[in-house]
């Protein structure tokens, strides 16, 4: 009787280490980049976007990035991996409201803009 007892209480014992142990911290951090690019009035705004820099993966390999489109319409909007970036919004038609906003686990970090007729913006993520 007094080994079943015993065995019960150890049962117990473990049962209670095992409730307390705590769940794995995440380590990895989901981030990007969105570029926006919008008319600084009620009609539709016309564009040229040059990004060019160096893009992480998501296994964290390095690479470069090149991306150039011409005539572009507002409202626009793009999204970038992590990486070191510059980008180049020229306005041909129309005012345009260029922003780069980072976004780490869907929270906003930090922000770049530029209104004028040709907005140059470097944005990078260190980590």
């Known amino acids: 009787m007094a080994m079943k007892l015993i065995l019960m209480l150890m049962l117990l014992s ?11 911290i995440a380590t990895t951090q989901d981030f990007h980049f969105e ?35 011409d ?25 345009v409201f260029s922003k780069v906003q980072g976004f780490e686990n869907g929270e906003k970090k930090g922000y770049t803009s530029g209104t004028q007729k040709i907005a140059t913006m470097h944005f990078e993520y260190a980590n």
């Open 14 to 24: 473990f049962t209670g280490l095992v409730g307390k142990v705590q769940p794995p």
């Open 35 to 69: 570029l926006t690019v919008n008319s600084t009035s009620e009609t539709t705004a016309h564009f040229n976007l040059l990004i060019t820099g160096i893009a992480r993966t998501k296994t964290g390999e390095e690479q470069p990035f090149r991306l150039q489109r």
């Open 71 to 95: 005539n572009l319409k507002t409202p626009f909007k793009l999204s970038l991996d992590k990486g070191k970036y510059t980008a180049v919004i020229e306005a041909t038609e129309g005012t």
